[in-house]
């Protein structure tokens, strides 16, 4: 069976960012780099695909030209299990012109948005009262990069 791999639509920086981000992720490596070759429409050697994998999930980064950027109708989302993780991928995503945004969302430098948001969220609104998902959402829409104790103990009602 077929795979969905996600194929990131760049100018010219699809193999900064990939390195960028196998850089960042664990479970990550940087696989093929194919190029353009003559009569197409860059010049011979750029390159134009480069596959990648984090966290074991297939990626492709394009060099297709200018003219399509990114929005936030699509974003990757970063499931992490403690502060520290957050904080790591935070930091590293922001890293180097990136941009915060809120409720845990940033934009990278090369216009990627990302939700770097924690596990113990799901796992809350699944067993939560009407009440406790409430404050918890309350809470996160006050924030930029999610608090896990904060959240917590606004869940808890504290």
């Not at 780099?33 to 999930?57: C, D, H, K, W």
Request: net charge negative; charged share 20%.
């Amino acid at each position: 069976m077929g795979s969905i791999t996600p194929c990131l639509w760049f100018d010219t920086e699809a193999e900064d960012a990939a390195r960028h981000y196998v850089a960042l992720f664990d479970r990550a490596e940087l696989g093929t780099i194919s190029r353009y070759s003559e009569n197409m429409p860059r010049p011979a050697g750029t390159v134009l695909v480069v596959e990648f994998m984090l966290r074991g999930q297939p990626f492709m980064a394009l060099n297709a030209g200018p003219g399509v950027p990114f929005t936030d109708a699509i974003s990757m989302s970063v499931d992490c299990e403690t502060q520290d993780e957050i904080d790591h991928y935070w930091n590293g995503l922001i890293d180097g012109g990136g941009q915060p945004v809120q409720c845990g969302w940033l934009k990278d430098r090369f216009g990627v948005s990302w939700q770097v948001a924690p596990r113990m969220m799901s796992e809350l609104q699944r067993s939560g009262s009407p009440e406790q998902i409430g404050r918890m959402m309350q809470a996160m829409m006050g924030m930029v990069k999610l608090d896990m104790a904060a959240l917590q103990r606004a869940f808890d009602g504290e």
